[in-house]
């Protein structure tokens, strides 16, 4: 692992008159000191984790056949080195009630942020179309998308979101650039996320109530709709009037007015056919001054991983 430190620096500019000398160490040493009580006593720390990766392979079984419809499908999880509480500090947090977690969250968004790099090869000489998919953990528990029902006549179902899902279209490994997608998710869209994951759990704990003439056969179909929203990569929480609106059951936005930070990810890709291809990631993780995030080399203890999933889908048959 690579570690590298990103210090606010303080700017010293103006006049180069001569006779105002050179800076003193004491004189730079107290400007330092106020700016860092200015900005709270806190600086930036930012680790680049190892390289993770997963693969497909044209010899994987189909997570769904309806006989019509193959999926396939990988993923892997990747935990973040997120520090635990020590038990004073647990115990603390347990008394202070937060929507929707039941307790006060240790890790928010205003104590890390997260970047993840990707590369997606395809190693067949075919094309392929790849799904990347990106779905995030905090301390109460992961999501896993499952299934949908898109069609209850025909049992017809399809995957639900991920946190964050895209297609991309790969050449055959012949044509050299051309099967190789890369890029960034940056510090926002995983911002967006863990927004996202937030307001999933609270419409989890205070469900939207169906439309009228919602299909009674399928009662989490308006919670899905939802859900999905929420997690569409087109759709961001700070103006997203669908889930601002809230229901009169929850006035006001489904967005939790505290933010859980993310402690991982799982990370995939999917196919509708058989195929051969790689994925690697590497994430960039920061923390923001409050000693969340566990120094490279340091022993300190880490947060267990959340055995706890969250879900309103199905399994495939």
Wanted: net charge negative.
């Amino acid at each position: 692992m690579i570690k590298k430190t990103s210090l606010s620096r303080l700017a010293l500019s103006g006049s180069s008159n001569p006779s105002l000398g050179a800076v003193s160490p004491v004189l730079l040493a107290s400007a330092l000191a106020l700016f860092a009580v200015a900005c709270g006593g806190s600086q930036e720390t930012s680790r680049n984790l190892a390289t993770s990766e997963v693969g497909m392979t044209n010899m994987l079984a189909p997570i769904f056949d309806d006989g019509e419809t193959k999926i396939y499908e990988v993923k892997r999880g990747l935990q973040f080195p997120i520090v635990q509480p020590d038990a004073n500090t647990m115990s603390s947090l347990e008394g202070e009630a937060t929507d929707p977690y039941g307790r006060q969250p240790w890790l928010t968004t205003a104590d890390s942020k997260v970047q993840l790099t990707w590369t997606l090869t395809n190693v067949d000489t075919d094309p392929h179309a790849v799904e990347v998919i990106i779905d995030p953990w905090n301390e109460f528990g992961r999501y896993w998308p499952g299934m949908q029902v898109a069609n209850e006549a025909e049992q017809e179902l399809k995957p639900n979101l991920s946190g964050i899902d895209y297609m991309y279209p790969l050449e055959g490994s012949g044509a050299g650039d051309a099967s190789r997608k890369s890029g960034t998710y940056t510090f926002d869209d995983m911002n967006e996320m863990a927004i996202d994951f937030a307001t999933v759990m609270n419409l989890i704990k205070y469900p939207p109530p169906p439309p009228a003439d919602a299909d009674a056969a399928d009662p989490n179909a308006t919670l899905t709709g939802y859900i999905n929203h929420a997690f569409n990569v087109q759709n961001r929480s700070y103006n997203d009037p669908y889930i601002a609106a809230g229901s009169p059951t929850h006035p006001g936005t489904y967005v939790p007015a505290t933010i859980a930070g993310l402690t991982g990810v799982d990370f995939g890709i999917r196919t509708f056919e058989s195929a051969n291809i790689a994925f690697e990631v590497s994430v960039e993780i920061v923390d923001l001054g409050n000693h969340r995030v566990q120094e490279e080399g340091s022993d300190a203890i880490l947060l267990p991983p959340t055995t706890n999933v969250i879900t309103v889908g199905t399994a495939a048959p």
